[in-house]
């Protein structure tokens, strides 16, 4: 098959799009199909033998400049003005302007491909992709809705609310394109439940397919730093509940030598900043970002414990890759991350989620318990081995595709006899990276990608 994966942002070593992005292509890719990524600032990092056709935003968002003001020049459409327009009135414009810029893309190229992936863009213009004559699956990690929830309880501060309102304004856009949507992959029965509650599709239209883990995942061939306790999520996000893992880590370093490595990047100033300022644990907490896949590996093996605090997960493919490392657990009991970890003790402890008497006694148990730890990293890593596996994913996604051509063709009366023709071919290698189309040769467009 010949696979358009669209994706708006795909950071490349943290945030659940770019990961998935990198990873599924790749796969699908050594399957024998051709694949060819779309994305807009930061751009993924790609496998040998995966296109990437730039679609630039106006990255008004990047780092260090977030909700930068843009150069005149820069302007190049409508779309344009529409982003800088939304974004000054507080919204969150990506979604909407990407999905425009690759519709008005792909309606040239309609024969260049047999399927379209939407990964979460989830625009109004993914409904003209299908009009033009591509089929289309969207794969929807999780409703963020709960993001905004979540968001919206933990601020009293009425004009904080009014601009969160405007800033998940995109959602009920979301919420209209996931309805007709043809058919949606997500990676849980969390996920599923919540898709069809928050946004109102019919779970026969949904497929849970799991997500994988990168086979550079391993455990460590160095000893564990003694006292080192780690964590992956974004720091000034509620949703993740770094809060709580920060005052339980207060609690614990006033009895124990520990270190918190944050694999983050935290907004100068933010309240995750601020906090620790309170707690007074500035010598003690590291933030780690920008790494390579190698450095990151090394240093989730490195840690004694790692905590998954989230308030809600879709699936926490973080917490996979902790797992493959065979570095012991302590998570918080919320969204999909029991079906990640499985029984209860067996490869992570789990806690009430915001709950952080309850979490600093779990991290305190597993630092006391050193052959428990070695135990639950070996059961970790085993039920990787056995249930998370890109290929399989890719595989399963194909699969997926298949299904939705016929659908579309029979929905439009088209031959569906020469479907044999879509099997996979032997793979053809290409330079790294693959043909880089760009819809703008601006230098402006090639700014350095924002880190986590």
């Known amino acids: 098959m010949r696979i358009a994966l669209l994706s708006y942002r795909s950071k490349p070593h943290c945030g659940g799009q770019g990961i998935y992005i990198r990873h599924l292509s790749r796969e699908l890719t050594n399957l024998g199909h051709s694949v ?37 020049r820069e302007f190049r459409d409508r779309i344009d003005v529409e982003e800088f327009a939304t974004m000054c009135v507080g919204g969150f414009p990506e979604p909407k302007t990407f999905s425009s810029r690759v519709a008005r893309l792909l309606k040239d190229r309609v024969d260049d491909f047999d399927i379209v992936h939407d990964n979460q863009v989830l625009g109004y213009g993914m409904l003209d992709i299908e009009k033009a004559g ?21 601020t009293r501060n009425p004009w904080r609310k009014l601009t969160l309102s405007r800033w998940y304004g995109f959602l009920r856009m979301q919420g209209k394109v996931a309805r007709q949507a043809r058919k949606i992959l997500t990676p849980s029965e969390t996920s599923r439940r919540d898709i069809a509650k928050d946004f109102g599709v019919d779970p026969a239209r949904m497929q849970v397919i799991l997500l994988g883990v990168d086979d550079a995942f391993v455990p460590p061939t160095k ?11 974004s720091a000034d996000a509620p949703l993740k509940g770094i809060s709580t893992l920060l005052e339980a880590f207060a ?28 707690l007074g644990i500035n010598d003690h907490v590291r933030f780690v970002h920008g790494v390579s896949d190698a450095e990151l590996v090394e240093l989730m093996g490195s840690a004694e414990i790692a905590c998954v605090p989230s308030l809600y997960e879709g699936f926490s493919l973080p917490t996979a890759e902790l ?13 999909a991350i029991p079906e990640v970890v499985g029984p209860d003790g067996l490869c992570a402890d789990m806690v ?20 428990r730890r070695g135990r639950m990293g070996r059961d970790g890593r085993r039920r990787v081995e056995e249930m998370f596996s890109w290929r399989a994913v890719a595989a399963t996604t194909a699969a997926a595709y298949e299904e939705v051509i016929v659908d579309y063709r029979r929905e439009r009366g088209l031959p569906i006899d020469d479907l044999e023709n879509l099997l996979p071919t032997p793979r053809q290698p290409a330079p790294r990276g693959g043909p880089d189309e760009s819809l703008d040769n601006d230098p402006l467009d090639d700014e350095e990608r924002a880190t986590c």
């Open 36 to 72: 060819e990524v779309f994305s807009g600032q930061p751009y993924p990092e790609l496998d040998e033998g995966v296109a990437l056709t730039k679609v630039p935003s106006l990255d008004l968002y990047r780092e260090p400049d977030p909700f930068r003001v843009p150069k005149p």
């Open 134 to 154: 591509l089929p289309l699956i969207t794969t929807l990690h999780h409703p963020i809705t709960f993001d905004r929830r979540i968001d919206m309880k933990s």
């Open 223 to 233: 000893p564990r730093v003694p006292g080192r306790i780690l964590a992956m999520a």
């Open 251 to 278: 609690k614990l370093r006033t009895e124990r030598d520990l270190e918190l490595v944050l694999v983050t990047k935290p907004q100068a100033g933010g309240r995750t900043e601020k906090l620790i300022d309170k």
């Open 323 to 335: 797992m493959a490392c065979a570095t012991p657990l302590v998570v918080s009991r919320a969204g």
């Open 352 to 371: 009430t989620p915001g709950d952080v008497g309850e979490l600093q006694r779990a991290i305190a148990a597993l630092l006391d318990d050193p052959e």
